[in-house]
């Protein structure tokens, strides 16, 4: 590794974090600046918002001005947008005109926006990248690794594909953002209140780019996408990392993209979200502590299980440092690609090169 690449990480949230700690682990990049909406973590240092027990010498500012005058390569932004959907635009649309390559967690339908969501939100973000020489990629592990570049690569060893399935069939209990759980995604609330998540075509909006991209690498025009889901109370009260879950309210979440051809679901996104292991026994079961699954339906059929569990024994830490490393191992690749808005279709196998432990 000749090269090294200065790079400004944006939030310290639940992938922030990992993704400082992603940076400091690869040995051709180097933290140059860190953002923070908080005013508390103004001035503090990188390494202790982290949690990585030592100081990286970079403070913590609320200056984006100041951040964009270090001219980094390139911003890890890792900055909720599911709420703040037009600002996280934005904010994205300054950084690449600045000439700022940027490799993002969100918003999660710029992971293939094409055919997903209207051409006046992608045409500006494209424009901006364009005009300062900068590219964008979108991604993480759902939107993302789990069902773009490992669904692809199985396909590859395929003599005939009827149906390809990818599903997260994860437990939530420690995911703890009461925001996402509750008020995006229902959890803890009467089954007869839809949630964001759930109203027409936000599926579509969220995960269609996940049923689009894979469609465009397999060659394969759908005629439509249709939206399912279905949900399961708690039976009794109990208590997960981000609150309470009552008797009675949704505890359990199961919903499909199916990517349909002349009648047939050929191209399906699965998540299978619990709050309990016990509920929806009927329901797709994880591999290990839960998992990331590629089903292949043809000639052979195949099942590709991806367990993850952090180093702490839980497996949503490790889906988050999954998303915080696949940005933070993609930026060289980023950075070398031509500018615009990339996807996991424009860019060459993203691997741990650096990492292994010398």
Known sequence: MDKTYRVVAWSTGNVGVHAIA???ARPDLELVGLWVSNPDKVGKDAGELAHLGRNLGIAATGDADALFALEPDVIVHTAMADHRLFEALGD?????RAGINVVSSGPVFLQY??????????DPIVEAA???GASLFVNGVDPGFANDALALVLTGVSERIDEVRVSEILNYNTYNQAMVLFDIMGFGRPLDQIPMILQPGVLSMAWG???RQLAAGLDVELDSIEEFYERLPAATTFEVDAGTIEAGTVAALHFELRGMRDGVARIVLEHVTRLHDDLGPEWPQPAGHGCYRVQVSGEPNYTLDLQLLGSDGDHNTA????????????IPAVVESRAGLLTALDLPPITGRGLVTR
């Not at 994205?92 to 690449?96: F, P, S, V």
């Open 130 to 132: 364009v005009a300062g």
């Open 113 to 122: 926006p094409f055919g997903v969501v209207d051409a006046s939100m992608i």
């Open 92 to 96: 994205i649309q300054r950084m690449l």
């Open 22 to 24: 992603g940076i400091d």
């Open 319 to 330: 889906g988050l440092k999954a998303t915080a490393m696949r940005l933070v191992n993609a």
């Open 209 to 211: 780019s996940v049923v």
